[in-house]
């Protein structure tokens, strides 16, 4: 073997141990790395992605905010819902120009920073691109180093295959730091300019790209002048990058910055508390309220409610007639006033509802077809055994119309009408239709029910009057708008009381004489004031919202002078104009409903005769229905034939003619045979009434199959 040869054996040999060991020192770098980030351990992007709890209005706007556990203020971002575009084009190009070109990392960013920090020896920029931003704040660091920028390379290229660019600027806008318990643009947007990021000047949109660096030197409630210089240098390198023109920073510049924190909104603040309490696993929780509405509804509250004394509180409520939704609820004069007792949501507070039930007996009366609204009725000293009802102003009216009965509030035509009605029969058609009245202890439904004798929530006499311009049907209340909102909507409607019987109510209503100052005929309205001076109410509706008012002491306490139609009805017009729409018309008549005057009434309809008072000729008998039995069951054919569905009905005595009336509704005469057929409503139950000429009457109550 020659010497060449042996020399290249040797050199061979070195070259291969060389390649070995230069494969194991990969190896081994290979594998550290490997276990490095294997100790990394997964991304905690749960907690990451955790953010305060948010009250939104019907439209997504901003009603409340709640902290989270540590105190920090965190509020959701959609970059392209919520967000100005003239902040995403000065961050993009600010902080990451090929933010939706690269994985994760800009290998041109790090080469630059790369060869600051190795001309210069320390770092100047970071080179670090939006998506490695985002890891530095899922796993937040104590100071710039190799090691960390390492740290967020790796991240950054985990974060990129697990979300989409949108996902990563969105998550990046929520966790953004911007000094003090701010985090994320929406919280500091509001925080220090009082209002949404959706639309932001050119100043205040460089103001929010450069907090971020040094957020805690640059906050604006300490740093002030530092926060504007920051802005400045961003504004200046937009120019410079021609991304806006010099005229456009000169005039941003000029702008000054704020230097106070402003208050996050607390609207609602009793739905918000109930909302947040009810539903524990969304972070955004919808209502039905509308924040334009609700923000002036309650200065409207608070204002009144200092009017008229210390200790006072009101509560308004508003709701969507075709719906049930609450449009504004307003539970108390003021949240944090201890001595109002603000926590306490009155709207839901179970009080004496004074003479606000008062329509619905009159709804009975005209739905059972013994009194109409333009019949005359008595207005005198009355008395059922020991109770004698008495006027609010103990005087007497004599001989009115039932209309003028309840447009002025006489209580005793009201008595006489649920003598009539029955009080029971009242109570368990309010409670059929959604409402839930407390009675005292041991006490069963009687005829004091009808000047407050009973207890009643706001929200459920708003939801009774809603159902007049339903033309008798309620719809339960609804203010959360969950996620199953279509189940929500498909609520079934409950009876009230019949159409024409509701319609006559509201045509009523409408012409109750309306407070000092305030336009006739443009809302049907009713007013009560309980025993004691303890509660004001009203309540009104149009053809569009009802909105029901409650003024007094949350404790019960009287407070002298307290009537609902001087303290209740002014707060209830005033909410009527501040939802800036015009009334809307109430229903028209509906098909069936008597519309006539006094004069030209049937006559048992001209003048109510409570039972008993009948004056008799010689030995005319009253009318007797014979058929069907009261009670009874009527199975009806719903076959085919002209007469398959109709139904007989059969009387006995009374004099000529005789007017048969379903559900209040007449459906003609009677013959001289004493016997009709009808047309039967149903399935349900149907109340058959004939009166004879003399205004006697019978009734009977049926179940129609």
């Known amino acids: 073997m020659s010497e060449a040869e042996t020399t290249g054996k040797v050199r061979g040999r070195r ?141 950054a290229l985990e974060i990129e295959p697990t979300m989409s660019k949108d996902q990563i600027l969105d998550l990046y806008l929520t966790l953004a730091p911007y000094g003090g ?180 007996i009159y709804g009975l009366a005209f739905e059972d077809g013994f009194v109409h609204p333009d019949s005359l009725i008595e207005d005198r000293p009355v008395r059922f055994g020991s109770y004698a009802p008495e006027n609010f102003d103990t005087t007497y009216q004599g001989t009115v119309p039932v209309r003028k009965a309840l447009q002025f509030s006489l209580n005793v035509p009201a008595i006489v009408l649920l003598d009539r009605v029955g009080a029971s029969r009242l109570s368990s ?12 202890k041991d006490e069963v439904p009687g005829l004091a029910m009808g000047l407050g004798g009973v207890g009643v929530t706001l929200q459920d006499l708003a939801m009774l ?36 019987a509701a319609w006559q109510v509201g045509n009523v209503l409408l012409g109750s004489p309306p407070p000092e100052n305030a336009v006739r005929n443009r809302i049907a309205f009713k007013t009560g004031t309980s025993y004691g001076y303890r509660d004001a109410w009203s309540v009104g509706f149009d053809g569009r919202i009802t909105i029901g008012v409650w003024v007094g002491r949350p404790d019960g306490a009287p407070v002298p002078g307290l009537i609902g139609r001087v303290a209740a009805a002014p707060i209830l017009f005033d909410a009527f104009a501040r939802t800036g729409k015009l009334p809307v018309a109430l229903p028209k008549a509906p098909k069936g409903a008597l519309i006539a005057s006094n004069a030209r009434l049937p006559l048992p309809l001209k003048r109510f005769r409570p039972l008993g008072e009948l004056v008799r000729l010689g030995s005319d008998q009253t009318p007797h229905i014979q058929f069907p039995l009261n009670g009874s069951r009527i199975a009806v054919d719903r076959g085919s034939g002209t007469d398959a569905a109709a139904m007989p009905v059969k009387v006995s005595g009374g004099v000529l003619p005789l007017t048969m009336m379903v559900n209040g509704l007449s459906v003609g005469e009677i013959d001289s045979r004493r016997q009709r057929l009808i047309e039967p409503p149903g399935p349900g139950f149907a109340r058959l009434t004939v009166i004879d000429a003399t205004g006697a009457a019978d009734t009977v109550v049926v179940r129609i199959q």
């Open 15 to 155: 070259v291969g141990r060389l390649a070995a060991i230069a494969a194991a020192v990969l190896l081994v770098v290979m594998t550290g790395c490997a276990a490095w980030v294997i100790s990394l351990g997964p991304l905690p992007l749960k907690e990451a992605r955790a953010v305060s709890t948010t009250i939104v209005d019907r439209n997504g706007k901003l009603l409340r905010a709640y902290a989270m556990a540590d105190g920090r203020w965190r509020l959701p971002v959609d970059a392209k819902k919520d967000v100005d575009p003239t902040y995403l084009k000065l961050l993009l190009a600010y902080e990451d120009q090929r933010f939706y070109d690269h994985h994760g990392v800009d290998p041109r960013a790090l080469m630059r920073a790369a060869f600051q920090f190795l001309t210069r020896g320390h770092i100047v920029s970071g080179g670090s691109t939006i998506t490695m931003q985002l890891a530095r704040l899922i796993e937040p660091r104590q100071r710039r180093s190799l090691h960390f920028k390492l740290h967020q390379i790796v991240r």
């Open 181 to 360: 318990n701010l985090e994320g643009i929406r919280a500091a947007s509001i925080a220090y300019f009082g209002k949404e990021p959706k639309r932001l000047s050119l100043a205040e949109a460089a103001l929010l790209v450069a907090l971020p660096q040094s957020p805690e030197t640059r906050r604006l409630d300490r740093y002030p002048e530092a926060a504007k210089r920051a802005r400045d240098r961003v504004l200046d390198r937009m120019v410079a990058e021609q991304v806006i023109s010099q005229d456009d920073a000169d005039q941003a510049k000029a702008q000054p910055v704020p230097r106070y924190r402003k208050p996050l909104p607390i609207l609602a603040p009793h739905a918000a508390d109930e909302a947040a309490a009810a539903i524990k696993d969304q972070p955004v929780i919808k209502l039905t309220l509308d924040a334009a509405l609700q923000k002036v509804l309650e200065p409207l509250a608070h204002d009144r409610a200092v009017a008229l004394g210390p200790n006072v509180s009101v509560g308004i409520i508003v709701v969507d007639n075709a719906s049930g939704d609450i449009l504004a609820h307003v539970g108390s004069a003021d949240y944090f006033d201890e001595r109002r007792a603000g926590q306490v949501d009155m709207t839901r507070a179970v009080r004496s509802p004074g003479s606000t039930l008062k329509p619905f």
């Open 429 to 440: 058609r309010l409670k059929q239709a959604g409402a839930n009245l407390i009675l005292p």
């Open 465 to 500: 009057y809603a159902g007049l311009p339903r033309l008798g049907t309620t719809k339960p209340l609804r203010e959360i708008m969950t996620k199953h909102a279509s189940r929500d909507d498909a609520r079934e409607p409950l009876r009230l009381m019949d159409q024409a």
